[in-house]
């Protein structure tokens, strides 16, 4: 599966910023799809996942409440509507595709990553 990823920016701290990923290839596998994402001098974080379905969804603590994923009609694409952004937020975002994982963080199991989008906030 190739991913592609898109719609990062900068934006004023406050602000909303939406991504968007679009899966290509081998594209006939049930996939839950997520975003991760690594600010400059830190490890890559877990950000938020969704199931196959769209009806399963994981948040880390730090986004819970301003960000929101969904799945598009096609199923193979991914965004996340990001809200009230804070300058923390700024990094690179990275889509990913793969499956659920119950019980030991982060709560998806990466097959696939995409290239990454930059997200800058400025306070």
């Known amino acids: 599966v190739q991913l592609q990823a898109s719609g990062g920016g900068l934006v004023q701290a406050g602000g909303s910023l939406r991504l968007s990923c679009t899966a290509s290839?081998?594209?006939?596998?049930?996939?839950?799809m997520g975003w991760f994402r690594q600010a400059p001098g830190k490890e890559r974080e877990f950000v938020t996942t969704?199931?196959?379905?769209?009806?399963?969804?994981y948040y880390a603590d730090s986004v819970k409440g301003r960000f929101t994923i969904s799945r598009g009609d096609g199923e193979n694409t991914v965004y996340l509507q990001m809200n009230d952004l804070k300058p923390d937020d700024t990094a690179v975002y990275y889509c990913a595709a793969g499956g659920l994982r119950v019980g030991i963080p982060p709560p998806m199991i990466v097959g696939s990553w995409g290239q990454g989008t930059q997200v800058t906030v400025s306070s």
């Open positions: 969704i199931s196959y379905s769209g009806a399963t969804t």
């Open positions: 290839g081998r594209t006939t596998g049930r996939y839950a």
